[in-house]
Structure formats: structure tokens, C-alpha cells
């Protein structure tokens, strides 16, 4: 069983950033991590596979995809049969932007846009195009100015229509960043209990708030309601256990606290794009492991 790449990227900690440009018949670093973030530009390489956290699927034929700080993330040569595959990768240090200097009015769209990059994040082939000439200036661009740049890419990308999340299952150990005490509580205790039913009241006692208020508050909050959330956790350690352990899927799904092996089975293929025996299978396909 192969296991996950801990990557040592070339990113000296003097720089604030780097540059890569390659053109390639083929992709062939295994499934990986690191530090750093990373935005990848990839053109003519319709077919290939994508891998980020537990979202997979096979690519067209140009995307732009941001990465977070140590979310595995691969390419595979898969279905394509380009001999011009053009990548631009950019990596850059977690900390180039402090959270200090993030949370001020004027860099709202960048902290969020890093915040969700954690998830990963797709963008729309528009904005692969668009954006591609100004990745390509970066690799000649030099000093302060390319950092001013890297951050004016990074604003224009916060603000692009059509984005989508790939690895929609919440890491496990990842509370959203939400500053409220009760929320805390109210992920802590999912995360404890997410094996058996929870209900909506019983949370909502626990925080002292009635169930529709408990429900709007949580909703404002987050975005998302609060059986939205509790699957999304679910999800995130059934995904993780449907790699690492022989499991039969409705072992799984029980396992998780989902009850009803057909509602577990609609609730995966949602939020990854396929059944969890099909995202097993694919997993085994690319032996990649984590």
C-alpha cells in the first residue's frame, strides 16, 4: 500500500514565492502534500485525473486550481494523450500573508478565498484563460513588484464567478474559523458523537437556544444548515475509512451515523460526484492511499 507524500518543496524561506513552468507528455509524482500553497495552471491535458483530498475526477482541457497548505493533492496521466501538457505551478509560504494583515476591510476577498482553498478550490475554464497570461508574466517578473502581482492574481481569483469546492468533506479535525463559543462546542460535540443520531434539539439544549432560533443563528453562521454540517463530518471520516480500512460500505455508512444505507449512498455521490464503491474503486485504480 502506497501512503501519502510529504513534499519538501524547492520554496526557500526567503522568498516569498516561486514560479514553475513545464511542458510534459505526462504526469507522474505520486498523490503528495506540503506546506505551502500552490495554484496550478494546467493546459492541454483533457482526460487526466485529478486528486484533491477526497475529490477526483477526470479534467478538461485547461483548469486553474488553488490548493491549500497540506491537502493532498495529485495529477494522473490517466485517460490523456497530450505529448504539450503546459503546467504553471505557483507556490507560496502559509504564512506571506499573516492573519493580522488579512483581516483588515480591504483583504476580505483573499482571506476568504485562502480560508476555502483548504478545501481546494476549481475555477471556471473563463478564468483559466483569463488569468493564464498573467501567470505567465510571473515567471519573468522579479522583485517587489511580482509580489504586488501574486497578490493583485489573488484578488481578481477571490472575486471570480463560478468557483467550485472539490473536497467538499470537512477535514476531520477542522472547526471552522467562526469565533463563537457555542459553535465550538456544538463542532466539538459532533465530532464526539457523530457515530450515533443526533438531533437538532438536543443541540440546541445544549447551547440553551430554541431549535428555530438555534437553526437561523447556526445557518448565519456557517452557511450552511446544521444536518448540512453533521453530514459533511460524516462524510469526512467515511471517505477516510473507505480508503484505509476494508469496511464493507454499509459497515461504513453505520459506522458514521448514517442509519439508512441508501441515504448514506445519496448523500456521498452529492457531495464527491460518485458512490462510495466507485470512489473506492477509482482509489485502488490510481493506488494512491492515504
Not at 513588484?145 to 493583485?152: A, D, F, P, Q
Request: charged share 25%; with cysteine.
Amino acid at each position: 500500500m502506497h501512503t501519502l507524500y510529504r513534499e519538501v518543496t524547492p520554496l526557500s524561506s526567503d522568498d516569498c514565492f516561486m514560479v514553475f513552468s513545464r511542458i510534459k507528455s505526462g504526469f507522474d509524482f505520486p498523490l503528495h502534500c506540503h506546506d505551502e500553497f500552490e495554484l496550478n495552471l494546467i493546459t492541454h491535458a483533457r482526460g487526466a485525473k485529478r486528486i484533491v483530498g477526497f475529490h477526483m475526477s477526470e479534467i478538461d482541457d485547461a483548469e486553474l486550481v488553488l490548493i491549500g497548505g497540506n491537502l493532498p493533492h495529485a495529477w494522473f496521466t490517466h485517460h490523456c494523450k497530450s505529448s504539450e501538457i503546459h503546467e504553471i505551478t505557483i507556490q507560496f509560504h502559509k504564512d506571506l500573508f499573516d492573519e493580522k494583515f488579512l483581516g483588515r476591510n480591504q483583504l476580505s476577498g483573499i482571506k476568504s478565498l485562502l480560508q476555502r482553498s483548504h478545501q481546494g478550490i476549481l475555477f471556471s475554464k473563463e478564468t483559466a484563460h483569463k488569468i493564464k497570461p498573467r501567470l505567465e508574466s510571473l515567471i519573468s517578473c522579479k522583485g517587489f513588484n511580482s509580489v504586488l502581482e501574486l497578490m493583485s492574481v489573488l484578488q481578481e481569483l477571490s472575486v471570480s464567478p463560478d468557483m467550485q469546492i472539490l473536497s467538499q468533506a470537512t477535514p476531520l479535525n477542522n472547526t471552522p474559523d467562526l469565533k463563537s463559543r457555542r459553535l465550538e462546542r456544538v463542532f466539538d460535540f459532533i465530532r464526539l458523537n457523530y457515530t450515533r443520531e443526533i438531533s437538532l434539539k438536543e443541540v440546541s439544549d445544549m447551547v440553551n437556544m430554541p431549535e428555530v432560533s438555534f437553526s437561523r443563528f447556526f445557518k448565519k453562521r456557517t452557511g450552511r444548515t446544521f444536518i448540512e454540517s453533521l453530514n459533511d463530518i460524516r462524510i469526512g471520516h467515511a471517505t477516510r475509512m473507505l480508503i484505509n480500512t476494508t469496511h464493507t460500505i454499509s459497515e461504513i455508512s453505520y459506522k458514521c451515523g448514517f442509519n439508512n444505507l441508501s441515504y448514506f449512498n445519496r448523500i456521498f455521490k452529492r457531495k464527491n460526484g460518485c458512490t462510495p464503491s466507485e470512489f473506492r474503486e477509482n482509489y485502488m485504480d490510481s493506488k494512491v492511499y492515504v
